[in-house]
Nanobody, 124 residues
Framework: VQVVESGGGLVQPGGSLRLSCQAS????????IAWFRQAPGKKREGVACIRRTDGSTYYADSVKGRFATSRDSAKNTVYLQINTLQPEDAAVYYCAADYVLCMGGISEIEFNNWGRGTQVTVSS
């Protein structure tokens, strides 16, 4: 499966953004889809995951309540809705797909199919 992110851009603090992760090759429902982000000088952080088994979701504590991921099977696309953007949310956001459970955490070493990322900039 190949995944491609889109939807990044420049947003003011407090604004919202919706990122998309479109898949080709196989149905997204066959995979867990995770969102990661990496800010300059920081480690890549797993922030959200939608599980393949039942479409349930997992969020890192750092984004819980502001981020929401969802799946549109008809479009073979997963979304990441980011609300109340804060300067610390600025990063390159990646989606990744693989046969993982996303239980109790999101580990990048478990994912082998990555997009190239989309930049999110938060600035007034």
């Amino acid at each position: 499966v190949q995944v491609v992110e889109s939807g990044g851009g420049l947003v003011q603090p407090g604004g919202s953004l919706r990122l998309s992760c479109q898949a080709s090759g196989l149905p997204l429902e066959n995979y867990a889809i995770a969102w990661f982000r990496q800010a300059p000088g920081k480690k890549r952080e797993g922030v959200a995951c939608i599980r393949r088994t039942d479409g349930s979701t997992y969020y890192a504590d750092s984004v819980k309540g502001r981020f929401a991921t969802s799946r549109d099977s008809a479009k073979n696309t997963v979304y990441l809705q980011i609300n109340t953007l804060q300067p610390e949310d600025a990063a390159v956001y990646y989606c990744a797909a693989d046969y993982v459970l996303c239980m109790g955490g999101i580990s990048e070493i478990e994912f082998n199919n990555w997009g190239r990322g989309t930049q999110v900039t938060v600035s007034s």
